[in-house]
């Protein structure tokens, strides 16, 4: 019985990987000083691993080739306020690492190294991207190498991280929500006093053409 409910916990645990395990893997092209911006909604207190390579355009054999060493990215990462939390210029392939720590759009932008002009020769430079948000950020081989757990145990411990990462995703939207209400509350408001303030317009331009009226029927003693 209790081989059973082991099997189907384990059973479950892999269905929850196959469903939660999505990664955002792209790839792009950029010219020489041409910069590249992606947003990504993160909740806070999450970190996310990014890997990337570079290929140039070889016009000989009409295909992309590894880059050389000598031509390197700067990426940026700027936080919902706009606040910089990640400005480091990395080599042609390699990984950037970073938490966040406020929930909502993250910037991230990628450039690659301009001043190296005649690597570019006027080219296009394509870049593979790939972004890991939360536990799909983790190495779980590394993790059950060095704390030398058993299967049952690794797929239990992905299944906790999996469950706290839902749980922050929750909270994002819970924060998201409140923040639409309050931007809704404000627009209702601001379209009442904005239809008093137009009511009391017309009621002082109505009475105002009254007494113009009144005054100019009296300097004609019509009245």
Not at 77 to 93: A, C, F, N, T
Not at 167 to 191: A, D, P
Not at 196 to 214: F, N, S
Request: net charge neutral.
């Amino acid at each position: 019985m209790v081989s059973v409910r082991m099997r189907s916990c384990v059973l479950s645990v892999l269905l929850l990987n196959v469903f939660y395990s999505v990664v955002s893997s792209l790839y792009f092209h950029i010219g020489e000083t041409e910069k590249k911006c992606f947003i990504e909604e993160i909740p806070d207190e999450t970190m996310i691993i990014g890997n990337y390579r570079t290929q140039l355009y070889d016009k000989q054999r009409e295909e992309y080739l590894p880059a050389t060493q000598g031509l390197g990215m700067f990426v940026e990462v700027k936080d919902p306020d706009d606040k910089v939390i990640l400005s480091r210029q990395y080599g042609s392939e390699g990984r950037f690492t970073f938490t966040s720590h406020t929930p909502g759009e993250h910037q991230i932008c990628l450039h690659s190294n301009s001043s190296k002009f005649a690597l570019f020769a006027g080219g296009m430079l394509r870049v593979h991207l790939d972004i890991q948000v939360g536990e799909h950020a983790n190495n779980y081989a590394e993790i059950a190498a060095k704390d030398k757990l058993t299967e049952l145990q690794l797929r239990v411990r992905q299944l906790v991280e999996q469950v706290d990462q839902i749980q922050k995703e929750q909270n994002y939207q819970r924060y998201r929500e409140e923040r639409f209400r309050q931007t809704s509350e404000s627009t209702n408001q601001r379209v009442l006093w904005w239809s008093i303030v137009q009511t009391l317009i017309l009621v002082a331009i109505g009475i105002w053409q009254m007494r113009h009226l009144k005054s100019f029927f009296e300097a004609k003693k019509l009245v």
